[in-house]
């Protein structure tokens, strides 16, 4: 039997895993709950147990597997494998390649999880063989990634990318960051959440008072609540929209790419929809001398980007350093 | 006698020229006036007659001249030579380079002038040896530059790095570029001279008011209203700094990168100043995780930024093509 990869998709609720053949096709998944707040071995048992139990019911053993490569939010030296700082996992500092490299026997791999996702979309979904690509992943947060010059940019310590912070109004609403008026505050699922919490409390009715009541609604609530033309709903997205828009357009005037990808779980819920109204604002964003140059899409691998930069991460250490084992 | 370079900052009113010798030292300087309006002739003939006078007053001749090589302001592919675009120069799809080769019989370059500032910086000036640097060089308008991975990011069609247009607030003061709310708008003189009409026109006394009538101040008419501690030309002095703190913190994010170089007619008129005033903010602006690996500096080549980069620009394509000559 020919070698496979396994991939993983970390997140702060739950662990998406995938077996890849050498063909890079998909050959079995498995997805398991994680409890973040029972603190970093809780997180490192799961990974451990969704490798495992992959193998296991695949039928093969830890020795038919080439790499294990990881994507997870947070800021994560690709490099050295170490995740500085999570926001939403108990980790810190914290050696998660040496950790699993000893237990698996397995080289390990892990980067962002939107850097990856942007990764995936070059690499083999959307965005295959441009040079210049921006990403940007809406989900409860917004994260961003960057291919430019035909690699993936990660800056100084792996730290960069993180757009999905830009200001785009100080006076704009308070983020989880501390600061005001972030895209995230006004176009990820937090921010949407936030705004129809903020119409409920000055009397308007809509659907989606029990979503938000506990937090961040689910895509397919948000999704149910646009078909039924919920008005706070849809002034939420138009919101988002316009917001994404004007970072789309700040992306484009820095960056000059080829194409800019919109994915993560709204974009996969919402579909055009979303893309067209980001589309219909987006023009009057750009330099019209960069904009005709430039392609905006949809994420093509949907809740696969991040499984698929994750296998591309491996086939980036094997060019690197020739086969692995 | 050894070869020389002859390096240009090409400007809507004016060309400095410079003639460096092999150890990258400037030995000679001349500025003359262009008048751009009176169409791509008279710039064209500007330059000629600039590089001409350079070599007859040092005593040399053009077969002296290894390489000329000029930063503009405006769109410019670095590879083919060609000005795509210059708002403040009669210049559009412009072949200067197959234009000036023919002319002088010497290699000529050319690239986006803030984009070369920035390069300039980096190999010459404050940035030197650094791998990720962001420029924002604040003059009449506001332009930025890019080294990413240790070179000069210019993005697809070399259109990039033009974040002086960044919008930071949808609903802020009209831009020259047809958007409300640009960095360029709130920042650059363009940006402070409109704040103080609108002052002025509030009844509001200055002494900036004679400045302001026909359109742009000088630096130096700046740098006196703030020794007089003229209060509107000192709210536009924070308004200003606020919002490079702004646009730096969103860069910042964007790039993690390891220095933020601040340059152009505005810092050196205002020197740490103005540099301060933005310290005094940027923090906020800026993921703290991210924050801690940047720092922030005053371009060092101050007026010759530009020059340096030009010929920084000699220096990468003698390193691509091995000796020009």
């Not at 050696?95 to 942007?118: A, H, M, S």
């Not at 008072?209 to 609540?225: P, R, T």
């Not at 700040?250 to 974009?267: A, D, I, K, L, Q």
């Amino acid at each position: 039997m020919s070698k496979v990869n396994i991939c993983l998709d970390i997140g702060g609720t739950k662990i998406l895993g995938a077996i890849f053949n050498q063909e890079g096709e998909i050959v079995f998944r498995l997805k398991k709950k994680t409890k973040a707040k029972d603190g970093a071995q809780n997180v490192e048992d799961t990974i451990i147990s969704v490798v495992n139990e992959m193998v296991a019911a695949y039928g093969i053993t830890l020795d038919d597997v080439d790499a294990i490569s990881a994507g997870a939010p947070g800021v994560i030296n690709q490099e050295t494998g170490v995740v500085l700082f999570a926001p939403n996992l108990p980790w810190e500092n914290y050696q998660i390649k040496r950790i699993l490299e000893e237990r698996f026997q397995t080289p390990f791999f892990i980067g962002n999880d939107v850097n990856l996702g942007t990764l995936g979309e070059w690499k083999h979904g959307v965005a295959k063989g441009l040079q210049q690509v921006v990403g940007f992943f809406i989900g409860t947060g917004m994260g961003g990634g960057l291919i430019l010059d035909g690699k993936l940019y990660t800056g100084y310590d792996c730290k960069g990318a993180e757009f999905g912070h830009m200001i785009l109004n100080p006076e704009g609403p308070l983020c989880n960051c501390g600061q005001r008026g972030c895209l995230e505050a006004f176009s990820s699922k937090i921010g949407m959440a936030d705004y129809i919490r903020q119409q409920i409390r000055r009397g308007r009715k809509t659907m989606m008072e029990e979503a938000v009541a506990e937090g961040v609604f689910k895509s397919k609530q948000m999704k149910a609540a646009y078909d039924e033309k919920d008005a706070v709903m849809l002034e939420a997205i138009d919101r988002s929209c316009l917001y994404l828009a004007i970072a789309a357009g700040n992306m484009v005037n820095t960056f000059s790419p080829e194409m800019v990808v919109f994915g993560g779980g709204v974009m996969e819920a919402l579909g055009d929809v979303f893309l067209e109204k980001i589309l219909r604002k987006v023009d009057a964003y750009c330099l019209p001398s960069i904009r005709s140059t430039v392609r905006f899409e949809r994420a093509e691998l949907n809740d696969d980007s991040i499984l698929y930069g994750a296998l591309a991460l491996i086939e980036e250490h094997k060019n690197r350093e020739g086969e692995i084992k």
